[in-house]
């Protein structure tokens, strides 16, 4: 039983193995997440095999185009993310971290609205065989940020259990069910240490003290309170020291994901509020107030700087006024005043006051404020031991005040607006400035001012009080924005009108600026709006495509270029122009056609035979190039090139944007050759005189033309053949570098001697021309434009024999070495052996040997005694020497470096058939090789010596030229001691020659 157990578990073990598939799991969608923050999504995989680690390819279907996918990153191929993405993924702003070997998470550090879509990731295979799920998708929305957390920032200086009550502005407007957490924290430190958590409401409503407070929280000391729908109330009771620092509240969003998990989808920290706790009995504590902090020019400023201090009856302050920390009055600890010097002219004149109604109040008052009085101000305490001592025991400043003043004249207000806040290159931009409580005159200016130059502005129309209108410099063409309108309507509101924006340039902010007058006196306001010009290239792109890449002569085919933008491209002007690069040509594309925005066709003059063979087409936004009956001068490389303008601009001048497609080839297939060339090798055999090399096509097409190219092939194993005679599809005959001279084209010749028959003519054969011998036979046809070669076909070889008796000529075949100086003159043997009978003669033929395995023929003597030179540059320096019947040795004159090499003698013996007959080759032989070697002219040493460079030359002879003026002198005086012995000498070799 046990065995059985055992064997059955081990059945469902490799059953499951069997059924074991790929899955791919990624977080459950769709998720919510808002703009600008950090985004992660995940993605396991379970069920594979292979290595544990796998890999992951993140790509995204976005709802403009839901069909096409974008990728954006993967973890093993750098190449893999889109353009669009490639740069995020380089900058890590988008990268995979890896959780394990089959799991990891997607990281987009800032969200950008182009992020939202459908995520897929997919895992691609390690299995042996596909079987399951390699990706899963979920999708991602991109969302406002419309959290807001504020508190006004200010200066809190509390004495120790004393209590401090803080409020947090909270709302947000979200389309989505999300709730809102909400936290007070104590920075302290200078921001070098973590906050301390105070206490925290959180997205489920209860209250959640940090470590610090749990025991003030359960004490009631610690409270958040929620005043109305936004506003968030810290009381803290009892301060203390250890509460100093920097407090702030911080917000934060919550949405729950469908796998019900609640995910901070935004954060937002307030302004921080500056608390200081003075224990009590021993700090200096300054504070000031101001009766109104917000006047008009002419009222009356009135400040009070209070000082708290332990028994301040007794001691001793001075005080000093700033006005953006600049010191304005000072007062000693006796009360006496010191004006600063540009406030004693105001003071004199009673619009500065500054007193001591006691020893812990201070007050200055500013009668008929002005402009110039606004601004932030602080009063310093500093204490003195005595009133008369200089040095300070403590000093503490005040917080600052801000007062601000407002001129009274006028109560002109003003407001931009624009309904065109987003618009497209060509649309129109429409501005309106509100002008309202004017009560004189009004003069108006528009401003641009750039993005792309900060500080920059440029104007761009006025209207003056007389209501005259202008324009500035950069808007006066009408003919790039069209004419620019300037209205003004009763209700004080100033419209401009730009009818035709040209760019991204043309974005940015638009100021308004309204001037009142009145008495001699102005006020200015101010306003702007904000515009977006889209360039016309934003997602402007070209897709060309082609249902058939490859077409059979005479089908029709068409090409696609599919258009896409941004924006409609229904509204604005558009070309089309396409172009086309010949197969096998190296020029750049050239201009086919080109449809303008009017719907004229102008048609390029490179290509002049597509005008009566191409229709163009126009559906939507896709263009289409049908072409009719393809020919091979149809086959290339075609493209289309895009180009759009700006709305309602006439002329149109240069386009606002363009894109160029993809390129597509087109191939097209020539008709099927037929050809069949026969390919069995055969010899033909002769004797002597003229013969025939036969080159048969078995099959072909009725209406095809044929070019015939002969070729020889030379015995050598690895030699390449050589071409003898092409006669093309017309019947002109050429002729290949090895055979070129007169008498060789003369030799041969290539007919054709029926419709499937052609010959290699061989006039005087000899036995040079012993080889094989084929054809390649190209087949022609001409299709409607010209001739098209099909294909070709290559025949048999056919081997040329000569019937000979080699053993009733006997040649000399001893091998030979010669060497001769250039200038010199030189013999190279060839000799008969034996006699011949009457009636014959021979011919001798000298060749030298060529590496291309066809040697060159020199010099042949025929039987009729006439000597011929196949290379006539060499006439003048060949000869036979013949001094006696079989010596057909040849003589090289004025020997030259090229003449080095091989050479050898080709005899042959013809005989007369009967008197007045043909002669008849009988006979042949080959001599033996002779290797001629060429050496320099003789010279001698004394020229080389001059001939070299002098100072080298002179180093290297030296000893060699002394040696020979030593031999030089011993010669000399041997020939001198010798001459009374030349007589004898002379008599001797008489005597000698007489013996012989």
């Given at each position: 039983?046990?065995?059985v ?29 808002v ?10 995989v ?27 990153v ?54 042996e ?5 390699y ?19 200010q ?6 259990g ?69 506003t ?8 203390k020291?250890?509460d ?34 003075v224990s ?20 009356t ?22 006005l ?21 002219e ?23 404020v ?13 204490e ?7 040095h ?30 987003r ?44 209501g005259?209108?202008?324009l ?32 991204e ?11 009142q ?5 102005n ?36 090409l696609?270029?599919q ?36 719907g004229t ?23 289409r190039?049908?072409?009719h ?6 086959e ?16 149109l ?17 020539l ?11 055969n ?27 002969w ?67 190209e ?5 409607v ?15 040329l024999?000569?019937k000979?008796?080699?053993h009733?000529?006997?040649v ?27 009636g ?28 011929e ?8 320096r060949?000869?036979l ?37 043909d ?29 070299s ?48």
């Amino acid at each position: 039983m046990g065995l059985v157990q055992c064997l059955a578990a081990a059945f469902l073990f490799f059953l499951g193995l069997a059924t074991a598939q790929r899955v791919v799991t990624v977080q459950e969608g769709p998720l919510y997440r808002v703009r600008g923050s950090h985004v992660t999504l995940w993605c396991k995989v379970s069920g594979y095999q292979g290595p544990a680690e796998q890999n992951f390819q993140w790509s995204i279907y976005q709802p403009l185009a839901p069909e096409r996918e974008v990728q954006i990153v993967s973890t093993v191929d750098p190449s893999f993310p889109y353009a669009i993405y490639a740069q995020r993924v380089r900058d890590r702003g988008i990268f995979v971290e890896r959780l394990q070997g089959d799991a990891v998470l997607l990281h987009i550090t800032e969200l950008q609205e182009r992020d939202a879509g459908q995520y897929e990731c997919h895992t691609p295979n390690t299995d042996e065989r596909y079987f399951g799920s390699y990706s899963a998708k979920t999708n991602l929305s991109v969302i406002p940020d419309t959290l807001s957390a504020s508190m006004a920032p200010q200066a809190l200086t509390l004495m120790e259990g004393d209590t401090v009550e803080l409020t947090c502005e909270v709302s947000k407007s979200t389309a989505q069910h999300t709730h809102l957490s909400v936290s007070w924290y104590l920075l302290q430190g200078a921001g070098e240490h973590r906050p301390k958590e105070i206490l925290t409401l959180s997205k489920d409503f209860t209250l959640k003290p940090g470590p610090s407070y749990e025991q003030r929280f359960l004490e009631g000391d610690v409270q958040m309170n929620k005043v109305g729908n936004t506003t968030y109330k810290l009381i803290m009771r009892g301060v203390k020291p250890s509460d100093q620092g920097l407090l702030y509240c911080e917000a934060a969003e919550w949405i729950e994901d469908p796998d019900k998990t609640w995910k901070d989808i935004s954060r937002k920290e307030t302004g921080r509020t500056s608390l200081a706790v003075v224990s009590q009995g021993r700090d200096l504590l300054v504070d000031i107030a101001a009766t109104e902090r917000s006047l008009s020019e002419g009222d009356t400023l009135q400040l009070n700087c209070v000082v708290g201090a332990p028994k301040s009856g007794s001691r001793h302050f001075e005080v000093i006024w700033l006005l953006n920390e600049m010191e304005v009055a000072r007062v000693d600890p006796h009360g006496v005043l010191t004006w600063e010097e540009e406030y004693e002219e105001r003071a004199k004149l009673g619009q500065l006051r500054a007193f001591k109604p006691s020893n812990t109040v201070y007050v200055l008052t500013i009668s008929e404020v002005g402009l110039k009085d606004k601004g932030t101000y602080q009063c310093s305490v500093s204490e003195m031991r005595t009133p008369g001592d200089l040095h300070s025991v403590q000093t503490n400043a005040s917080s600052g005040i801000q007062v601000n003043v407002k001129p009274i004249e006028s109560h002109m207000r003003l407001s931009v607006s624009t309904s065109t806040p987003r618009v497209m290159a060509g649309d129109p931009l429409i501005l309106q400035c509100q002008v309202q409580g004017a009560t004189g005159p009004v003069s108006l200016r528009w401003w641009h001012l750039p993005p792309q130059h900060p500080g920059r502005r440029v104007l761009v129309a006025t209207v003056e009080q007389d209501g005259t209108r202008s324009l500035g410099s950069a808007y006066q063409d009408g003919g790039t924005r069209g004419s620019l309108r300037l209205e003004k309507e009763s209700s004080g509101t100033f419209t401009l009108v730009i009818p035709s924006t040209l760019g991204e340039d043309d974005g940015g902010q638009y100021r308004c600026e309204a001037t009142q007058w009145s008495r001699g006196r102005n006020w200015t306001g101010k306003g702007e709006a904000a515009v977006t010009v889209s360039s016309m290239a934003l997602g402007l792109h070209a897709m060309l495509r082609s249902r058939i890449p490859t077409v059979s002569y005479g089908q029709t085919f068409e090409l696609f270029c599919q258009v896409n933008a941004n924006y409609s491209l229904e509204e604005v002007p558009v070309s089309v122009q396409w172009l086309f690069q010949p197969s096998q040509s190296t020029d750049p594309l050239q201009e086919l056609v080109q449809v303008l925005p009017s719907g004229t066709v102008v048609w390029g003059t490179a290509q002049p035979h597509f005008q009566g063979k191409a229709q163009l087409a126009k559906v939507g936004t896709s263009f289409r190039l049908h072409i009719h009956s393809a020919l091979p001068a149809n086959e290339g490389t075609y493209q289309c090139e895009v180009e759009v303008w700006r709305r309602n601009i006439l002329p149109l001048g240069q386009p606002a944007a363009s894109t160029s497609s993809n390129a597509v080839e087109i191939k097209v297939v020539l008709p099927e050759s037929q050809l069949q060339v026969a390919t069995k090798d055969n010899s033909v055999e002769i004797a002597s005189g003229n013969t025939a090399i036969e080159c048969r096509i078995v099959f072909a097409r009725n209406n095809s033309q044929f070019a015939v190219t002969w070729y020889l092939l030379p015995p050598l194993a690895d030699a390449t053949p050589l071409q003898i005679v092409r006669a093309n599809y017309n019947g002109i005959l050429e002729y290949g570098s090895e055979f070129s001279s007169p008498a060789q084209k003369s030799q041969f010749l290539s007919q054709r001697v029926s419709s499937n028959i052609f010959q290699l003519q061989i006039l005087s054969a000899n036995l040079r021309d012993e080889d094989r011998y084929y054809c390649v036979v190209e087949e022609w046809l001409w299709l409607v434009d010209g001739w098209y070669r099909l294909g070709e076909g290559t025949s048999g070889r056919t081997r040329l024999k000569f019937k000979l008796q080699e053993h009733e000529l006997q040649v000399e075949k001893t091998n030979h070495n010669i060497s001769a100086r250039e200038g010199e003159e030189v013999t190279l043997p060839c000799r008969l052996q034996g006699a011949l009978l009457p009636g014959t003669q021979v011919l001798a033929t000298w060749f030298q040997v060529q590496s291309s395995g066809r040697d060159s023929a020199l010099l042949s003597l025929h039987h009729d005694g006439t000597v011929e030179y196949p290379q006539e540059r060499l006439a003048g320096r060949l000869f036979l020497r013949r001094p006696s019947a079989g010596d057909f040795s040849l003589t090289l004159s004025t020997v030259e470096r090229g003449d080095e090499g091989e050479y050898y003698c080709q005899l042959q013996k013809w005989q007369q058939q009967s008197e007045g007959k043909d002669w008849a080759l009988q006979a042949s032989a080959r001599s033996g090789y002779t290797q001629l070697t060429t050496t320099p002219p003789e010279s001698t040493v004394l020229s080389r010596i001059c001939s070299s460079p002098p100072l080298l030359n002179f180093i290297l002879y030296l000893p060699l030229v002394l040696i020979l003026l030593l031999a030089l002198g011993v010669f000399c005086w041997y020939c001198k001691s010798r001459k009374s012995k030349k007589s004898n000498m002379t008599g001797w070799m008489m005597e000698l020659k007489g013996r012989e």
